[in-house]
């Protein structure tokens, strides 16, 4: 008789004893995965930041782009840094005072002082006035010299042609030539509305080239007693901010097309009269007055004439006035240093 099957009891707990395991297994390997995880993470942040750090020391051994400072720093010019700063310094001064008094440069004295430097406005087609006042009032040749020697100089003034080179220039250089008494003003071109900017012009090539004490401006239209207008400029000597002449003032002509047309008319206000200003016929500043001319040029605005456009440059600064009726060329006074040619 065959017996049933029968059934262990131990067979019931084999299935858990697996399940044990298996859950065992994944922990492992959830740790061993966590830890992977983790150790991956923490060797990206071991290189960053190695990373960053080699990127700093490349940084701070880079070449950076050196001040001016730095480079002074490095080549040992603190001296030359200091005196370049004051040098700077000296400028901003000379710029704002404008060589005014007190302000007056220093000559080295190797150099020669003169009296005055006498400029004579003239044009292209006034060589027969240049001819009569050679034979006249002004020296020449030898007597010109000796005349630099007393410590007084007299150019013609002149600039270029608008046509550098042409006709007109070459006839001024050969008339120069023979005659050395020119003073040519390379940057300016000669006509009719640039005087304003003449003489500007003057004033400043004229300092540049001569230490004077005076520097004069004179019409071609006008004779000078050359001996009363040294006498006069001798006893003026040595004085700062001095703006001579004819003082004048007057309407301003405010209707284009008429005789002294001011194109700037209406910055003269309701009553349209010009600012008190010495006749052009025959100016003379001081040295550090032309200074500041030559110094501020560009800055310096020109109206429609060049005496009233110097007039306005004088009313700014500390110029002294000096209203001397010796100058009005159209007077009758009979000791006058200048007359109407």
Same mark, same amino acid.
């Given at each position: ?12 707990? @084999? ?6 395991? @298996? @859950? ?31 990127? %700093?020391?490349?940084?701070?051994? /880079? ?100 046509? /550098?080179?042409?006709?007109?220039? /070459? ?28 003489? %500007? ?124 009726? /010796? ?15």
């Amino acid at each position: 008789m065959e017996s049933l099957p029968t059934t262990k009891r131990g067979g019931a707990r @084999s299935k858990p004893v697996q399940t044990s395991k @298996s @859950s065992l297994v994944m922990a492992f390997f959830s740790c061993v995965a966590w830890l992977y995880v983790a150790g991956r993470l923490w060797q990206d942040a071991e290189n960053r930041n190695l990373l960053a750090s080699l990127l %700093k020391k490349n940084s701070a051994q /880079r070449p950076k782009v050196l001040t001016v400072e730095d480079k002074l720093m490095v080549l040992g010019c603190r001296d030359l840094e200091r005196r370049i700063v004051e040098a700077e310094m000296e400028l901003s001064l000379a710029k704002s005072q404008g060589y005014l008094k007190g302000q007056g440069q220093k000559s080295s004295s190797s150099d020669p002082r003169f009296l005055a430097v006498i400029g004579v406005y003239t044009g292209f087609g006034s060589k027969l006035k240049r001819n009569i006042f050679r034979g006249s009032w002004m020296p020449r040749g030898d007597a010109l010299k000796k005349l630099e020697e007393r410590g007084v100089v007299i150019r013609f003034v002149i600039g270029r042609s608008a046509n /550098r080179g042409d006709s007109l220039d /070459r006839n001024i250089d050969e008339e120069n030539r023979t005659t050395k008494d020119f003073l040519i003003l390379e940057g300016h071109e000669e006509a009719q509305e640039e005087l304003p900017k003449k003489v %500007k012009t003057f004033f400043s090539t004229a300092v540049q080239n001569w230490d004077a004490d005076f520097y004069v401006k004179v019409d071609d239209g006008i004779d000078i007693d050359l001996e009363g207008l040294i006498e006069l400029l001798d006893r003026r000597r040595g004085q700062d901010g001095a703006y001579v002449g004819c003082m004048k003032s007057g309407e301003v002509i405010s209707e284009e097309g008429k005789p002294w047309y001011e194109p700037d008319w209406w910055k003269f206000g309701d009553e349209k009269s010009y600012f008190r200003h010495a006749a052009g016929s025959l100016v003379i500043i001081s040295k550090n007055l032309a200074q500041y001319i030559n110094i501020n040029s560009v800055s310096l605005k020109t109206y429609g004439y060049d005496d009233t456009s110097l007039g306005s440059w004088m009313m700014g600064i500390q110029a002294t006035y000096i209203d001397d009726s /010796r100058l009005c060329c159209s007077s009758i006074r009979q000791d006058k240093v200048c007359s109407l040619a």
